[in-house]
Nanobody, 125 residues
């Protein structure tokens, strides 16, 4: 499984960005695709995830109502739509994939065995 994240950049507070994660490799029907973010000297933080087979998504409380995870089956791509961005959303964002993840563990990065390279999002205030 190979993951490639892209779409990061510099945006003003209140603006929006859409990150994408292109997936390749084995069939993804059994996978959960997650988005995480990290700032220097802080732990990697769960942002959201989506089950590829059902399209059901979960989001961290800190981004609910502003961020949305979605997937495009035909393009094997997962998106993270980020609206009303805040300075505290500044981070390197990573996409990840894992199998057999139960809902109570969906936010734990240890359950994701495949990771893409990060893409930097900078929100200026």
């Amino acid at each position: 499984v190979q993951l490639q994240a892209f779409g990061g950049g510099l945006v003003q507070a209140g603006g929006f960005l859409r990150l994408s994660c292109a997936a390749s490799g084995r069939p993804f029907s059994s996978y959960t695709m997650g988005w995480f973010r990290q700032v220097p000297e802080k732990e990697c933080e769960f942002v959201g995830a989506i089950r590829w087979s059902t399209g059901i998504s979960n989001h961290a409380d800190s981004v609910k109502g502003r961020f949305t995870v979605s997937r495009d089956n035909a393009k094997k791509t997962v998106h993270l739509q980020m609206n009303n961005l805040k300075a505290e959303d500044t981070a390197v964002y990573y996409c990840a994939a894992g199998t057999g993840i139960i809902i109570s563990a969906i936010s734990s990065l240890r359950n994701y065995g495949y990771w893409g390279q990060g893409t930097l999002v900078t929100v200026s205030s």
